[in-house]
């Protein structure tokens, strides 16, 4: 930590650091250009859920066809496209306002 760098308060719990941490820039208390790769963290994969979802067996047959053409398990494709879709519907939230 260099000494332009505030120290880091001590919290109570994880409520308390996670609000701390909401509304200040890190930067502020961190010398990021000292920070160094971790390569354990390149192998984490996200926390997956089992979901069940019915589907019209046409429906799957379709992802099954579409899937086989890319070469990938279709449960992967719809995962794939669940996660476009959701990009697509939250791109207009998470563009910077040009008016």
């Given at each position: 930590?260099?000494?332009?760098?505030?120290?880091?308060?001590q919290f109570n719990n994880e409520d308390e650091e996670r609000a701390?941490?909401?509304?200040?820039?890190?930067?502020?208390?961190?010398?990021?250009s000292k920070a160094e790769k971790n390569?354990?963290?390149?192998?984490?994969?996200?926390?997956?859920?089992t979901v069940s979802i019915r589907l019209p067996e046409?429906?799957?047959?379709?992802?099954?066809?579409?899937?086989?053409?890319?070469?990938?398990?279709?449960?992967s494709l719809v995962k794939i496209f669940l996660a476009e879709k959701v990009r697509e519907e939250n791109a207009p939230y998470n563009t910077p306002d040009t008016k």
């Open positions: 930590m260099s000494s332009s760098n505030k120290p880091v308060p701390f941490r909401a509304d200040h820039d890190s930067t502020a208390y961190i010398d990021w390569p354990a963290f390149s192998r984490l994969k996200p926390t997956t859920r046409s429906l799957i047959a379709e992802l099954k066809t579409l899937a086989n053409k890319r070469d990938v398990p279709y449960q």
